[in-house]
């Protein structure tokens, strides 16, 4: 690992923020840091890969160091050639025993599907994670890996630190997935890998399909179907085997969401954002806003490394209050925070529905949405697992409070947000862990012209 990823990953200092509304309108021709999501994908499986990939546009924040770190633990050969990374994996079945604990910071995406690696691998593993990650529950993940063979050691109500007994045995699982989760999803499909026969998911709702994608483009074949309620089926035959393969990292839509929201809301602004990824099953937010009236095209729409990536255009606009179904959570989760801010901003009552995977975020991500809201003089309450917002399409009035980030990454990142459109400033107790999933943040929105 270089220098300035080894100083990236390295835990950052309390950072509190006051933030003011913007002093001139946002403009510029910006590119954000690589989709989180992506990046820890392509790490593992050119980390299960027989050969040498190459990854362009990774993101380089802590969560995605921690993976490039446990990959290496478990075997692979990584490093960091100028903007590209270089990883040498040994094949699926090639992986080895970790000399010690893989700590995987406060990332739940990793641990979960690190998780699914671990299952069916003939070695014990011992995994851990920040203060936050600690806190959230893995037993969606581990309860359905068991019928596989491995076994997992947890601390109550299955949280880490895990001991991960894996089997080289693999059984492949046919699963049903109660609530949608990419994350379940993709752990099952990953112990899949190595597991004799045919894994099979079954998700009614249909979610980020990120890990099919780049399984395919490595080689694997997946076959997804649609059933007749509309939900999916994903197949994948093991032992399967991963071809080394070079893949472009698109712009993190949910990192765009930012300077995004931030556009819309401050007036006069006119910005362009380059290479986003625009996987339909992440456009939730996108499809929220227009809806709302935000003024956002889409240009020279492509698609890289197997997923669909365009320019997008975004000035300021008037917004109205949205009622955003339930069905479109899983295309959106990471988002409703910063929709949130959008939606105190519009004219109208707004309602955002089925938020119940929220409580189970870095923090119970419903609950400090509503508080960061409220403590801003925000007229807002929780419905069941709704969220139900009166907003003020001025501006004037809100602000004016500190808000309790709790370790979560996109509600500092929604906070700050806030402040830069409200008629007072606000104050943000923490932004020192933006650094996790969006590196350089506060400096690109001062490039931007949000004067932070």
């Not at 890969?49 to 995605?64: F, T």
């Not at 095209?297 to 669909?308: C, L, N, P, S």
């Not at 003089?377 to 409070?401: F, N, Q, S, W, Y």
């Not at 943000?428 to 929105?445: A, E, H, K, R």
Request: aromatic fraction near 4%.
């Amino acid at each position: 690992m270089s220098d300035r990823a080894e100083n990236n990953s390295m835990s950052a200092q309390v950072a509190p923020l006051r933030v003011q509304r913007a002093p001139a309108p946002l403009r510029g021709d910006v590119v954000v840091p690589g989709d989180k999501s992506i990046s820890h994908r392509a790490l593992m499986l050119a980390a299960m890969a027989q050969g040498r990939s190459e990854i362009s546009g990774l993101l380089e924040g802590e969560d995605v160091l921690r993976t490039a770190s446990a990959m290496r633990a478990l075997g692979a050969e990584i490093r960091q050639d100028g903007a590209r990374w270089v990883v040498y994996g040994h094949g699926a079945q090639g992986l080895r025993e970790p000399d010690d604990v893989l700590d995987m910071g406060n990332s739940g995406t990793a641990a979960r599907l690190m998780a699914g690696i671990l299952s069916t691998q003939p070695f014990n593993s011992f995994m851990t994670g920040d203060a936050s990650l600690r806190a959230r529950p893995m037993k969606r993940v581990t309860d359905p890996l068991q019928k596989n063979g491995a076994c997992f050691v947890t601390r109550q109500g299955g949280r880490l630190p895990m001991v991960v007994v894996g089997t080289a045995q693999g059984t492949p699982i046919h699963y049903r997935l109660p609530v949608a989760s990419a994350q379940v999803k993709s752990a099952i499909l990953l112990a899949g890998l190595n597991a004799q026969g045919e894994t099979l998911v079954d998700e009614p709702t249909p979610t980020r399909d990120h890990t099919e994608n780049m399984l395919r483009y490595f080689g694997v074949d997946v076959a997804v179907n649609e059933t007749d309620s509309g939900g999916r089926l994903i197949r994948l035959t093991g032992p399967a085997h991963l071809n080394a393969q070079n893949v472009i990292v698109p712009g993190d839509p949910s990192s765009a969401a930012f300077p995004i929201v931030a556009a819309l809301l401050i007036p006069g602004s006119d910005l362009i954002i380059r290479n986003v990824g625009l996987n339909p099953l992440r456009t939730g937010l996108l499809t929220s806003l227009q809806e709302m009236g935000a003024q956002i095209t889409i240009e020279d729409i492509r698609r890289e490394g197997g997923e669909r990536v365009g320019d997008l255009r975004v000035k300021a606009s008037t917004l109205r209050a949205v009622d955003v179904p339930e069905k479109r959570a899983p295309s959106m989760i990471d988002e409703y925070p910063i929709l949130s801010v959008a939606c105190a901003f519009a004219e109208g009552t707004s309602r955002l529905r089925g938020l119940g995977e929220l409580r189970v975020k870095e923090s119970d991500r419903l609950n400090a949405t509503l508080a960061l809201l409220k403590a801003n003089h925000v007229t807002a309450r929780i419905d069941g697992d709704d969220l139900v917002i009166e907003g003020r399409p001025d501006g004037d009035g809100l602000g004016g409070g500190r808000v309790e980030t709790l370790m979560d990454h996109r509600l500092a990142m929604s906070a700050i947000i806030f402040g830069l459109a409200a008629s007072n400033p606000i104050d943000v107790d923490d932004t020192g862990f933006i650094n996790t999933s969006f590196p350089g943040f506060i400096d690109l929105m001062n490039k931007m012209g949000a004067g932070l």
